[in-house]
T-cell receptor, first 116, second 112 residues
């Protein structure tokens, strides 16, 4: 199993540019989570999906952030326009759901975003 | 709102000593609790998951206990090694398939 795959691993962009982060969950997992990690605020949930449907997006900072999950094997997190305060490491995680599962979350390697 | 606290924020021990890492949470209505390890510049590796109905979980030198009523979990690492140096994070889930709320982590340094 390849685990959760995220791309790019590093992104450096200028303020005002659009940024798109990508995630491929573990095959068969039907929950997907986007987290953000900063020194000041630690790890925070941005949004999560169950069966490709957004369930809780209360952690999305503002309208500049949007996330989609067009199918079970792909999700994107978009920031438009980006700002320096968006600089952070963005993690994607996936989890299997249903009877017999423990709902353990598996994390990808993260995307380190720097907005100058 | 669930809050998760890990104390101390940093810990330094000589090799061979047992490690005790603490995690507390304010809302005892949790579904499960996970302990993670994070190496500098890396992602999170799941170490142990404890269901709310369980009291402890063990994996090799690692043992995690859970006291849901008092809102506490402890991660024990026996006979620490320099390779155990990392940041350890605990996180709780309020419902099945729900989001994780993370503590701030404990940064551990095991000195040879």
């Amino acid at each position: 199993d390849a685990g959760v795959i995220q791309s790019p691993r590093h992104e450096v962009t200028e303020m005002g540019q659009e940024v798109t982060l990508r995630c491929k969950p573990i095959s068969g997992h039907n929950s997907l989570f986007w987290y953000r990690q900063t020194m000041m605020r630690g790890l925070e949930l941005l949004i999560y999906f169950n069966n490709n449907v957004p369930i809780d997006d209360s952690g999305m900072p503002e309208d500049r952030f949007s996330a989609k999950m067009p199918n079970a094997s792909f999700s994107t997190l978009k920031i438009q326009p980006s700002e320096p305060r968006d600089s952070a490491v963005y993690f994607c995680a996936s989890s299997p759901q249903g009877r017999g599962f423990r709902y353990e979350q598996y994390f990808g390697p993260g995307t380190r975003l720097t907005v100058t | 709102k669930q809050e998760v606290t890990q104390i101390p924020a940093a810990l330094s021990v000589p090799e061979g000593e047992n490690l005790v890492l603490n995690c507390s949470f304010t809302d005892s209505a949790i579904y499960n609790l996970q302990w993670f390890r994070q190496d500098p510049g890396k992602g999170l590796t799941s170490l142990l998951l404890i269901q709310s109905s369980q009291r402890e979980q063990t994996s090799g030198r690692l043992n995690a206990s859970l006291d849901k009523s008092s809102g506490r979990s402890t991660l024990y690492i026996a006979a620490s090694q320099p390779g155990d140096s990392a940041t350890y994070l605990c996180a709780v889930s309020g419902a099945a398939g729900n989001k994780l709320t993370f503590g701030g982590g404990t940064r551990v340094l095991v000195k040879p």
